[in-house]
Each structure stands twice: as C-alpha cells, then as structure tokens.
C-alpha cells in the first residue's frame, strides 16, 4: 500500500486527492470564520472566466473545482490500473495526464449541469416597505373580510399593486386610502378625507 501512494507515476492524481482535501477543509473551516479560499479566487479571477456560460450554474462554483479535482484523480487512477492490469507496471505520469484531463473536464461539465438542472433557483423576496404610503383602490369596494385591489408607489417611485381592507366601513373603487398595516396577505387602510385637497390623484 505505501508503495501506491510513493509512485512517482501516480504522483499527479495523488496531489489532485490533496488539493481536494485541502480545499474542502479549508472551505469549511472559512464558511464559519469568513475567510473562504472561494471568495478570494473569485476576486483575482479574471472575468473572461468568471463570466463564463460553462460555469454560470446555481451552486457554489468552488462544488466546479471540487468536481473537477474527483474526476481528474479518479479517471488517473482508473487508467493507470487498468494499463498496470495488462502491462503489469505503471505507464509514465506525462502520458496519462492529458486523457485523465480531457475525462476529468467531460464529466465535471456534464456533473455541474445536470446538477444544475435539479436545483431550483434561489428566490429571494423582499417585502416593500409600503406603510404609512397613499394609495387609490384601483378595483372594487373593498370591506372587513372582502378586500380590493389597490395601487400605490414605493419610495422609489415604483408602482404596486396590494390587496386593501378596512378597518371597519368600506374603502369605495377610485377612493385615496392611506396603509396603515400589513395582515398576513393583505394591508388594512384608512380612507382619506375627500376634503382634504393636500392629497391629488395624480400622484397615483
């Protein structure tokens, strides 16, 4: 067995398993302490490569390199035993390394992109700040549990569309409300003074 791991020939393949050793301690032991080797590769990469289609996939890109240092050792071991099976001794590392690297990248791309095909893509919602904002109940009446569609612009100038009910009373089509709070899936809101004439309908 130690002499497995002190041929020369199979030296290659042996520093692959390291490598992947090492970077999958290093990545974990990074995650909690927030230096993660992924995070400064990705900085000195250039952007020809970081911008890349083959690597645009929905998983941490450093799962690429793991893959590719698996199947890189992986494809030099299986061809060097299969020619030690036949030939009874090992072929010259410098002979093996580019099939094992034309194998590791075939695999490696088609592993990512199948994986890439099963896993859903990360959808982070954010829930607009909306309170307190001015609105015009765009359809319907809206009443206690009956609500209306209403529209109303965020900070940014932005145009929404929310679910409205009132308190008590009702909110009537076309009537300036004002968001007063948000319950579960819906807003509760406050009709605005018809003769409060600070309010135009312009702005929404």
Known sequence: MLAFFLEHD???FHLSVCALIL???AETIGYYIGLRPSTFFKRISPDWLTHSPFIQVKFAKVLIVVFFFITFSFAGYLLQLIVYASQHYFFAWYYMIIPALVIAIF??????????QVIKPQVIKTQVDL??????VSSGNARPGFSA?????DEFGQLHYVQVEP??????FQ??????RFSKSHYIAK??????HLFSSEQF
């Open 10 to 12: 199979l030296m290659p």
């Open 23 to 25: 970077l999958s301690t």
């Open 107 to 116: 695999f490696t791309v088609f592993m990512i992109h199948c994986l890439d």
């Open 131 to 136: 309170l307190g904002r001015l609105a015009t």
């Open 149 to 153: 569609q209403a529209r109303v612009r």
């Open 167 to 172: 308190e008590f009373g009702e909110l009537e």
């Open 175 to 180: 009537s300036q409300i004002i968001l007063i």
């Open 191 to 196: 009709n605005i003074s018809k003769s409060n």
